[in-house]
């Protein structure tokens, strides 16, 4: 079983910056894709940037330019440096990962528990 815990969530004013991290832990797995996704109030949770085992990239339209996803595959971490922030980036911040129980082929998907992002115009 693996788990997922985020870090660094807090209140910052409009065009600040924060940072998110994700760290993965458990026994005997390997993790693909990692990623982060929101959910403000009233609103689905949606995708903000995830990013594969080799580094590969996806970013929400809305925050291109402005937020990047990196990954350390030995530690089993996930980060979000997010910068030039605005209210609309409200939200609750959840890590995502897929990964595979060693030796099963078959993979699971797991969040972690919420970190609150506030942003003040």
């Known amino acids: 079983q693996v788990q997922l815990v985020e870090s660094g969530g807090g209140l910052v004013q409009a065009g600040g910056s924060l940072k998110l991290s994700c760290v993965a832990s458990?026994?005997?797995?390997?993790?693909?894709?990692m990623g982060w996704y929101r959910q403000a109030p009233g609103k689905q949770r949606e995708l903000v940037a995830k990013i594969s085992r080799d580094g590969i990239t996806n970013y929400a339209d809305s925050v291109i330019g402005r937020f990047i996803i990196s990954r350390d595959n030995a530690k089993g971490t996930v980060n979000l440096q997010m910068n030039s922030l605005k209210p609309e980036d409200t939200a609750v911040y959840y890590c995502?990962?897929?990964?595979?129980?060693?030796?099963?082929?078959?993979?699971?998907?797991?969040w972690g528990q919420g970190t609150q992002v506030t942003v003040s115009s």
């Open positions: 458990g026994i005997a797995f390997s993790i693909n894709d």
């Open positions: 995502n990962a897929d990964y595979r129980p060693l030796p099963l082929p078959r993979t699971k998907e797991v």
